[in-house]
């Protein structure tokens, strides 16, 4: 591999990384539209928006993930991918079906979490408001 013929490309979520390795084509959707970015490509940064990013290696393979919005910061030949959620999916075809199992369960973690911390706060107001009567 020549120099300037691959970007190194990390994709992160909030507690760990989706993907780390080499690319030689990244495809994403930005607010502003789609774009693509090769290994000379200028530095840019982007704001991303719920899409399939589509990574292609040199060796053809292209590698399929849903995300949620994010930013992209490529320099150089590093490119950095910070989403929210993110899946892989092992095809075009298959993907929707693995977003949407699993961007639910998280939902439905993120709505019981919420619920949760509500209930902490109720509590919390309760024990305040009865600490303040007068006895």
Same mark, same amino acid.
């Given at each position: 591999?020549?120099?300037?013929?691959?970007?190194?490309?990390?994709?992160? +979520?909030?507690?760990?990384?989706? @993907?780390?390795?080499?690319?030689?084509?990244?495809?994403? &959707?930005?607010?502003?539209?789609?774009?693509?970015? +090769?290994?000379?490509?200028?530095? @840019?940064?982007?704001?991303?928006?719920?899409? &399939?990013?589509?990574?292609?290696?040199? =060796?053809? *393979? *292209?590698?399929?993930?849903?995300?949620?919005?994010?930013?992209?910061?490529?320099?150089?030949? *590093?490119?950095?991918?910070?989403?929210?959620?993110?899946?892989?999916?092992?095809?075009?075809?298959? !993907?929707? #079906?693995?977003?949407?199992?699993?961007? =639910?369960?998280?939902? #439905?973690?993120?709505? =019981?979490?919420?619920?949760?911390?509500?209930? !902490? *706060?109720?509590?919390?107001?309760?024990?305040?408001? #009865?600490?303040?009567?007068?006895?």
């Amino acid at each position: 591999m020549t120099q300037g013929a691959s970007m190194h490309v990390r994709v992160r +979520l909030p507690t760990r990384i989706l @993907y780390a390795g080499d690319a030689g084509h990244v495809f994403a &959707v930005a607010e502003n539209g789609a774009f693509g970015l +090769l290994p000379n490509h200028a530095d @840019y940064v982007a704001s991303l928006v719920a899409s &399939v990013l589509i990574l292609r290696k040199e =060796t053809g *393979e *292209e590698l399929f993930f849903g995300i949620d919005q994010g930013l992209l910061v490529k320099r150089g030949p *590093e490119v950095d991918i910070a989403v929210r959620r993110g899946v892989r999916g092992d095809s075009l075809d298959t !993907l929707s #079906e693995t977003v949407a199992t699993v961007f =639910t369960e998280v939902d #439905e973690a993120e709505r =019981t979490a919420r619920t949760a911390l509500s209930r !902490l *706060e109720v509590g919390i107001v309760r024990q305040l408001s #009865e600490l303040r009567k007068p006895v």
